[in-house]
């Protein structure tokens, strides 16, 4: 019996461990922008996959520019975005834990 409630006791530990880190993974998504409202945030977007996909953005982002291979760190984030994210604008997305990190914009249409 106590070899039993072992077993259970180290399985559900497991779980709860893959659990976590499934949920707090790093995830990085590709795309190209449909729309961008800056007052509220939301960014709709198109994935590498051709799904559409909408990821609220938070006050508290890091935002780099990519250019000839660097990244260059942006200060004023949101007004960056506000005039770069316009639709066909290609980027890449980081979340972690549900929520959008960072945000590297890799081509802005003409």
């Given amino acids: 019996m106590l070899k ?14 893959l659990i976590t880190t499934i949920c707090y993974a790093n995830e990085m998504v590709a795309g190209v922008t449909k729309s961008f409202d800056s007052k509220t945030g939301i960014l709709v977007m198109q994935t590498a ?3 559409e996909s909408t990821f609220s953005i938070p006050l508290k ?8 291979g660097r990244d260059i760190e942006v200060t004023d984030e949101w007004r960056f975005l506000a005039a770069n994210l316009m639709k066909g604008t290609k980027l890449q997305l980081m979340q972690s834990g549900g929520s959008v990190v960072t945000i590297w914009i890799l081509e802005v249409p003409r």
Avoid at 61 to 68: A, D, G, P, W
Wanted: charge should be positive; aromatic fraction near 8%.
């Fill in 4 to 17: 039993k409630v072992i077993v259970f006791i180290v399985c559900i530990m497991a779980a709860g461990v």
């Fill in 61 to 68: 982002v890091t935002v780099y520019l990519r250019v000839k």
């Fill in 49 to 51: 996959s051709q799904r």
